[in-house]
């Protein structure tokens, strides 16, 4: 058995190299991307080579974005090398990354603690509903189908969606009928069954509604991305709450890494408001980062 509504992903930053660093508290003021956009690093030039070269690594929507997230990985990785060569860690011709860089300080300088008993269950009661087995739901349902950005359409489909509705809640036997005949989803080959669902397996908009509801005809549409739904649930079967103990160590790893990222995140900071900087500004905080 499972948490299927704990996703400890989704309330963390991450990208696709997997970092095991957040720089998303530290805010960037200004690069000099004009006329001469090289960055002096306590006096280590970084220049607009290093900058275009690290960019193929950071993807954004335009070149002066690309340029930012590149410039402050090479500035981190540089201040963590610096870093590292000043307590000995490392030697100069050292070819370690950003991130195994950052392990090293960590590991030597930063004092992360771990997640008690107590406040994982304290973070277990907090969040009771976060750690259910999914609902199952039996359900018929019927797609009037528009287009998103068509509103004369979607006006359509939703006057039509109210039409059926009354229709059918006069007479309830015929939604099996009706969606044989105006559906858009295979399901129409079904009378509209789209047989035991359970969260996570229709689209969003959708699935919040019917989730919420009680057993019987849902009493009004529900307008999706893809149009207005007209939907019956046969049966509903509640989730379970699951026991703290089947879940504990998941939640200590899942708040165990949140302070160890805001940890990083505070130690970056840090070495940032210590460092001579040129070409590149960060805001930073001026409160005490690390104890």
């Given amino acids: 058995m499972t948490a299927t509504e704990f996703n400890p992903a989704k309330d963390q930053t991450s990208n696709s190299s997997a970092s095991v660093i957040d720089t998303s508290t530290i805010d960037v003021k200004n690069i000099n991307t004009d006329q001469n956009p090289d960055i002096y690093i306590n006096g280590v030039n970084i220049t607009e080579a290093d900058i275009l070269q690290e960019m193929q690594y950071h993807p954004a929507n335009d070149q002066r974005s690309a340029m930012i997230v590149a410039a402050e990985s090479l500035i981190i990785t540089e201040l963590f090398r610096q870093r590292c060569l000043?307590?000995?860690?490392?030697?100069q011709d050292d070819k370690r990354n950003e991130d195994e860089l950052c392990e090293l300080l960590v590991?030597?300088?930063?004092?992360?603690?771990?997640?008690?008993d107590d406040e994982a269950e304290r973070y277990y009661q907090?969040?009771?509903?976060?750690?259910?087995?999914?609902?199952?739901?039996?359900?018929d349902h019927i797609l009037l189908a528009a287009d998103k950005e068509d509103l004369d359409q979607r006006a359509e489909a939703k006057e039509l969606a109210e039409s059926l509705l009354e229709q059918i809640k006069l007479k309830p036997h015929t939604f099996s009928e009706k969606a044989k005949m105006h559906s858009m989803c295979p399901s129409k080959e079904h009378g509209g069954s789209l047989g035991q669902i359970s969260k996570g397996q229709t689209v969003s908009e959708f699935e919040r509604v019917l989730f919420l509801s009680p057993e019987g005809l849902v009493p009004s549409p529900i307008e999706s991305r893809y149009g207005y739904h007209l939907a019956n649930i046969h049966r509903?079967?509640?989730g379970n709450q699951i026991p703290f103990e089947h879940v504990e160590n998941k939640i200590k790893v899942y708040l165990d890494e949140k302070v160890r990222r805001k940890a990083v995140s505070q130690y970056i900071q840090l070495l940032i408001s210590d460092a001579d900087i040129k070409g590149f500004?960060?805001?930073v905080s001026d409160s005490p980062l690390v104890q």
């Fill in 86 to 91: 000043e307590l000995g860690l490392v030697s």
């Fill in 107 to 116: 590991d030597k300088e930063v004092d992360i603690p771990r997640t008690s």
């Fill in 126 to 139: 907090a969040n009771l509903s976060r750690f259910c087995t999914s609902p199952l739901l039996e359900v």
């Fill in 236 to 238: 509903k079967v509640e």
């Fill in 281 to 283: 500004e960060f805001e």
